[in-house]
């Protein structure tokens, strides 16, 4: 008797410690995925002052090229960095809800 009551109470300590081991990496997962989260974030709203700044110059040396300031050349580059910027943003969206779900698992959401 006396020696289950000792096995129980090990089984019990055994089980404590597995369910602070639990709760501690749930922490740990929520953290990691606020932070993935905060960083796709400023990822993102750099990548859209990017675009906003390609726009400008495409905007700009299409403008030269209809003065006859500039070859066409110069506006096929801008816009080929515009497309590139758009490229990296939708990346960069894509990222962030991804990080989004990564959260929401974390907090324990379910997909059923």
């Known amino acids: 008797m006396r020696g ?6 090990e089984t019990k300590k055994e089980m404590v410690l597995d369910y602070q081991k639990t709760i501690a990496e749930a922490l740990r997962d ?5 932070i993935a989260v905060k960083e796709q974030r400023v990822a993102r709203e750099q990548q859209e002052k990017l675009v906003a700044a390609a726009q400008d110059a495409t905007r700009l040396a299409h403008m030269r090229y209809q003065g006859g300031a500039t070859s066409y050349l110069e506006v ?17 969206r894509e990222g962030e809800a991804q990080s989004l779900v990564q ?9 059923e």
């Open 76 to 92: 096929l580059t801008t816009d080929s960095n515009l497309f590139s910027a758009q490229l990296n943003l939708v990346s960069s």
């Open 4 to 9: 289950q009551l000792q096995l129980s109470e």
């Open 30 to 34: 929520a953290s990691d995925a606020l």
């Open 103 to 111: 959260l929401y698992a974390a907090l324990g959401g379910g997909w």
